[in-house]
C-alpha cells in the first residue's frame, strides 16, 4: 500500500511523524515498512515485493528472507538480493547477517574480496529463527561458534533470543540459559524476544514481558486479539506486531494499535 491509496483522512492519521523509526514486518506480499514516532503508528507502504519469512535489523541495515534468497538494504529503501537461496529466518551477529535456509543450511554473509560471499556454518534441522548468534530449530538451539555451529541444547526450539542471557520458546515451556536451560513458564510458547535487559514471550496462555534481566515475568495485556508474531526494541519503546497486520506501539504509557493492511505478517524489526 501507498500514500496515493490512501485519502485525505487516513494521510492524516497516517502521515510521517517527526523523530519517526521505521519498523519492518515480513509478510506474505514483502517487507512492510512502517513509521513509529514513540506509539504513534504512521505511514507505511511496501518497501520490497517478495514471500517475506523473516525480517532483521540493526546497524542501519535491514535483512529479509524470502522464498527466493535474501534480500538486503543498508539505507532501508533499495533492497539486494544477496543470494543464498530459500531462506526461513534471518538474523544479525556482530554486525553479520546470518541466514538459515529451508533445508537447514546455515550460513554468514561475510565480506570478501571487496564483495560479499556466504560462509557456510554447518546445518540444523527444521530452523525457526534466528537472533544474536542463536539458532532456533526442530533440535533445539544451536550457537554460532567462529566458523561452525554447536549444539547448546533442547528439542523442538520455536524461537530463541540471543541478546543478552539467552531465552528459548518451546511448546513445553519458556527457558533462560543460566546453569543449563532453566523453565521461566511451563506452558507453549511460540515467540520469544529481548534487547539484553527487556524481553517479551507470547505463550498459548498470552503474552508475558520483563523489565530488565534480572526482573520478575508479568502477563501484558495488549489491546489485541491477533496472534502476536514478533516484539522489537528501540530506546523507551516496544513495538509489537500481530499476524492480520496489526502494529502496536509502547513509549511509556498506554500501547497504541493500527491495522497497516499487512496479511500473513511472521516478524517485525525495528531500524
Not at 522489537?232 to 494499535?257: F, H, K, M, N
Request: net charge negative; with cysteine; glycine share 16%.
Amino acid at each position: 500500500m501507498s500514500d496515493g491509496d490512501l485519502s485525505i483522512e487516513e494521510k492524516r492519521v497516517y502521515g510521517d511523524r517527526t523523530g519517526a523509526r521505521e519498523a519492518y514486518l515480513a509478510s506474505a506480499v514483502g517487507a512492510i515498512r512502517v513509521s513509529v514516532s514513540d506509539d504513534l503508528v504512521g505511514g507505511f507502504g511496501l518497501a520490497h515485493r517478495c514471500v517475506a519469512r523473516d525480517v532483521a535489523a540493526g546497524g542501519g541495515a535491514v535483512a529479509v528472507a524470502t522464498d527466493e534468497g535474501v534480500a538486503l538494504s543498508t539505507d532501508g529503501e533499495e533492497f539486494d538480493d544477496v543470494g543464498f537461496g530459500p531462506a526461513a529466518a534471518v538474523g544479525l551477529h556482530e554486525s553479520h547477517v546470518v541466514a538459515a535456509g529451508e533445508d537447514g543450511r546455515v550460513a554468514r554473509l561475510d565480506p570478501v574480496d571487496g564483495g560479499l560471499a556466504w560462509t557456510d556454518l554447518g546445518s540444523v534441522d527444521e530452523p525457526r529463527a534466528v537472533d544474536g548468534g542463536l539458532i532456533a530449530a526442530a533440535d533445539g538451539v544451536h550457537r554460532v561458534e567462529g566458523d561452525d555451529l554447536t549444539h547448546a541444547g533442547l528439542s523442538d526450539v520455536r524461537d530463541v533470543a540471543g541478546r543478552g542471557v539467552p531465552l528459548a520458546a518451546t511448546p513445553e515451556g519458556l527457558y533462560v540459559l543460566g546453569n543449563g536451560w532453566m523453565e521461566v513458564s511451563r506452558e507453549a510458547f511460540s515467540v520469544v524476544e529481548s534487547d539484553g535487559e527487556r524481553a517479551h514471550a507470547v505463550g498459548e496462555a498470552g503474552v508475558l514481558t520483563r523489565e530488565d534481566a534480572g526482573g520478575d515475568w508479568e502477563p501484558l495485556d495488549l489491546p489485541t486479539d491477533g496472534e502476536v508474531v514478533g516484539v522489537a526494541y528501540g530506546p523507551g519503546q516496544v513495538v509489537a506486531a500481530t499476524r492480520e497486520g496489526a502494529v502496536l506501539a509502547w513509549a511509556g504509557d498506554d500501547w497504541r494499535s493500527q491495522l497497516v493492511g499487512a496479511r500473513d505478517v511472521s516478524a517485525v524489526a525495528l531500524r
